[in-house]
């Protein structure tokens, strides 16, 4: 006897989800095959040579991407070349404990560590030395890209902020000036005396090349020396006098001349010397003579009052080459009706003509002649200072007072108003009937429609609800019944929930609209249903399921677990009693399954009600009946063991993670099979 039992439920999710995995495996230790080197698992129904991977950079380490579901627990094996006996085994922490490698998917995309074949060691590409910036704790191998520290700062042993642990120069350094320290004291040697030291006097003169020789000197023989001359300002020639320092400058003499000078010897911030003195040439050019001047030189006059000896004025303080003793004040404005010919500076005095009109520059009918405003301006405001922004495709009517004599646009238009419809500063200048002439633009740029796009078909599963939500900031929504033009909806987000033709609207701040028309259709949910058949170790299913565009196969055989992604599976297995085949059918809408188990032994109607609720549950499940059996299994969908013990009224299932699961109640003759769905 044969007993087809049926659990249908509903998940909350609204397809049916997948994941890439990228399996690697590292084979710098073998010698790989000719063939190549492949995969094989549940994943792909164990075939050697259907799955290869590659090593498209020659590392050694070869890999291959596979899409399978989520949650799900895969076994599978490397293999160096493309048929059994070529295969690894593998004992660890990697493995199932049958020699295959063992999997367990997640919800998000994997990358697997590339193990060593026929090992559960893997090899981890890094930087290995913990000195080093980019450590990485998890690499097992050095990649050679280990990167130290550098400390950057002043190497220069010279400079104040010397660092010794530096070892990169970052041109920081600084110095101490120039006779000073690095704690800004003054370290240059002082000059202790300045004098005579041949007591031959300070000056000499050359009386054939009429120069005279000014000569001091100074010890230490360190520093520079200067010499101010009549208040001109130079250095001093120096020469190395032993112990000493000599200084000396030449000067050509004139005549009945006075020279002052003054001598300071220095040597950077350390304490200085100084010497002064003077003397005189005579009108024979003789030093501290006695040979007379009559007050413009020898022999010659003095000057005129108000003058030097040259004919200069002594104060001229305009600069218009009449000393100011002798200007006359007054109006020097020809145009002035009290011009004075003989003023030779202009005292403000000056009276015109009154001229009356406009001196306001701002009016249209300024007169920069006008000293006398008669209250006459004329200002005229256009009113175009506000530059605008308008919706694409749209049109804009820009528009002056319809009051003038003429008007000139930029575009060739003269009317008062013009109609634009694409975006620019637009110019226009108008003459009033007075002659005033005026101008005044404005900029107008176009702000594009608000861009809405929800999709062409919605599907709405039974007792479900479409949201629409915008994250886009729109001034306003409106959805609308596009047969019949009813609002739906003027708030957001916007829920739909039955099938029909929708418009929807969107304003943004400047008034822009922008719609998109789209239809929503009933989704049904998938109804799972197959029929099989067993012969000569041929499973064969015909897969009678509805409203279901994917389907996932379990075959929960007593010594694997089978499973196939295709419609319908014809595989070669050996199945026993109590063996389970599982059909989960999906769409968009949801899942649900069809259990049916292969020739359950000593099977007896159950002819009481009984009943497992809540389904889902969260943390406990309530059997109502479970008097009828002595004993209860948890399974997950990979047909492992999770949970068992004899039933009771409530059974506490809080320990197991969200998942599907699939408990088993059992006594000598009778047997049922329930999916629970904990959340």
Known sequence: MRLILLCSFLLSLKSFSQIDVNFKVDMQYQLVSENGIHIAGTMQGWDPSSTPLTDANGDDIWEVTLTLAENTIYEYKFINGNSWGSDEAVFGNCGAGNGNRQ???????????????????????????????????????????????????????????????????????????????????????????IGDQDSDGFTSIDTSANLAYITIESYPNIGTASISINGEIQPMNYSDWGENAHWYISLELTANNSYSWFVEVSNLCAISQSYSDVFTTDCQNTLNGTSEDLGCGCGEPAQQVGYDCL????????????????????????????????????????????IEGCTDIQACNYNPLANLDDNSCIYIDLGLSSDTSICYSSTLEIVVDDIYSSYVWNNGETSNSIVVDQAGTYHVTITSESGCQVSDSINVSFTPIPYIDVGNILNLCSNDTINLVFFDNWFSTLLLDFENGDTISENTPINIYTAGQYQLFVTDSLGCIGFDIFEVVEGLHPVANFEYSFSSNILSTTNLSSNANYF??????????????????????????????????????????????????????IEQEFSVFPNPFKDVVILHGYEDFEKYYIKDLNGKLIKSGNPSRVLNFEELKIGIYNLILLDDNKFFNQKLLKF
Request: with cysteine.
């Open 103 to 193: 999997i367990s998917t997640t919800i998000e995309n994997m990358s697997l560590p590339a193990y060593v074949f026929n090992s559960c060691d893997f090899t981890a590409y890094g930087c290995t030395d913990e000195n080093a910036t980019n450590y990485d704790p998890l690499a097992n191998t050095n990649d050679g890209s280990c990167i130290y520290p550098q400390l950057e700062g002043c190497t220069d042993v010279l400079a104040c902020n010397y660092n010794s642990n530096a070892t990169l120069e970052d041109s920081t350094c600084t110095y101490a000036q120039l006779g000073y320290d690095c704690d800004s004291n003054c370290v240059a040697v002082n000059i202790d005396w």
């Open 552 to 605: 996932e196969w379990q075959i929960l055989n007593h010594e694997e677990v089978i499973q196939d992604t295709t419609e319908n599976i014809s595989v070669e297995i050996d199945l026993c009693n109590n063996d389970t085949i599982l059909l989960l059918a999906y769409n968009n809408c949801g899942v649900d399954s069809m259990i049916s188990v292969f020739n359950p032994t000593k099977l007896e109607e």
């Open 311 to 354: 004919g200069n004025c002594l104060i001229d303080s305009d600069l218009d080459g009449i000393c100011d003793e002798f200007e006359i004040d007054g109006c020097t404005d020809n145009l002035a009706t009290n011009f004075d010919p003989l003023a030779t500076d202009d005292d403000g005095s000056c009276i015109y003509p009154q």
